[in-house]
């Protein structure tokens, strides 16, 4: 099956930081990735929507200036953290549609961040 | 009220025993209806689609009610490694986006 990796698979930064995650496509060219987060005993949560070479739809509530995404090509997305607090520590997770098969979302193995 | 209600649970279980679990959602425009197993610290993995005539896959029998807006999902002869966290996952109206439920946790006791 379509594989997604992230990297990386965990970080721990200081707060006021930048932390950027990659996801990728590895075998398919995805045309929309999604970007979620999980709080602990919490459900995902869709933070944004990325197609590629344009801006992000951003769900309501996650602020655009601090989630920046940038979706250059059909298999890499990025997410960067601006300026993280310890408020942002979560596990976030990318999924992807491949364009031959919208219905089906591959999800990427999370990044656990945690903001000290 | 949430969009996907589940039990958080959790269900703890002995082996073979058989499990269910429910969900209720909120959209009636919902169109696609699916669950997920999220082991801890990964990620989720789509264990199954569910339809309204209902499917089977192996021990694995899920159920949908459009009518009453209820999914369902029994696990028979529960094995050791069916211990996960169980996600109810709706494709929302005419959007292509997951909405998750919070998950219901099984423990398969030996």
């Known amino acids: 099956g379509a594989v997604v990796s992230q990297h990386p698979s965990w970080v721990i930064c200081k707060s006021g930081t930048s932390v950027k995650i990659e996801c990728r496509s590895l075998d398919f060219q995805a045309t929309t990735m999604f970007w979620y987060r999980q709080f602990p005993k919490q459900s995902l949560m869709l933070m944004a929507t990325s197609n590629e070479g344009s801006k992000a739809t951003y769900e309501q509530g996650v602020e655009k200036d601090k989630f920046l995404i940038n979706h250059a090509s059909l298999t890499l997305s990025t997410l960067t953290v601006t300026s993280a607090h310890p408020e942002d520590s979560s596990f976030y997770i990318c999924?992807?549609?491949?364009?031959?098969?919208?219905?089906?979302?591959?999800f990427g193995p999370g990044t656990r961040l945690l903001v000290l | 009220r949430k969009e996907v209600e589940q039990d958080p649970g959790p269900f703890n279980v002995p082996e073979g025993a058989t499990v269910a679990f429910n969900c209720t959602y909120s959209n009636s425009a919902s169109q696609s209806f699916f669950w997920y197993r999220q082991d801890c610290r990964k990620e989720p993995k789509l264990l199954m689609s569910v339809y309204s005539s209902g499917n089977e896959d192996g021990r694995f029998t899920a159920q949908l009610n459009r009518a009453s807006q209820y999914i369902s999902l029994l696990i028979r002869d529960s094995k050791l490694s069916d211990s996960a966290t169980y996600l109810c996952?709706?494709?929302?109206?005419?959007?292509?986006?997951?909405?998750f439920g919070t998950g219901t946790l099984l423990a398969v006791q030996p």
């Open positions: 999924s992807a549609n491949e364009a031959l098969s919208p219905e089906t979302q591959y």
């Open positions: 996952v709706v494709r929302g109206g005419a959007t292509n986006k997951l909405i």
